[in-house]
């Protein structure tokens, strides 16, 4: 949920840690969907590296350990 020099943070107002808030805030309310109204594995990816970063004013950076380029798939679509 971090880098390895950095903490992952939580937040009383969040219930959570910021990661966890963030994934939780990408699939209920479908702030990570694509233009097809789907949400796959790299819009949430792509979701979460940015909106963990803003919520923490940069002081966390989601850990990726690779590009998922080429192997994208559907979490979810807009009939959940």
Not at 33 to 44: D, E, M, P, R
């Amino acid at each position: 949920a971090a880098t390895g020099a950095q903490s992952a943070l939580e937040s009383n107002e969040w219930q959570n840690g910021a990661f966890t808030y963030v994934i939780k805030e990408a699939i209920r309310k479908g702030k990570a969907k694509n233009q097809k109204g789907k949400i796959t594995a790299q819009s949430l990816r792509k979701y979460v590296l940015e909106r963990v970063e803003e919520l923490t004013d940069g002081q966390q950076t989601p850990m990726v350990a690779r590009d998922i380029a080429g192997r994208d798939f559907i979490f979810f679509t807009d009939k959940f």
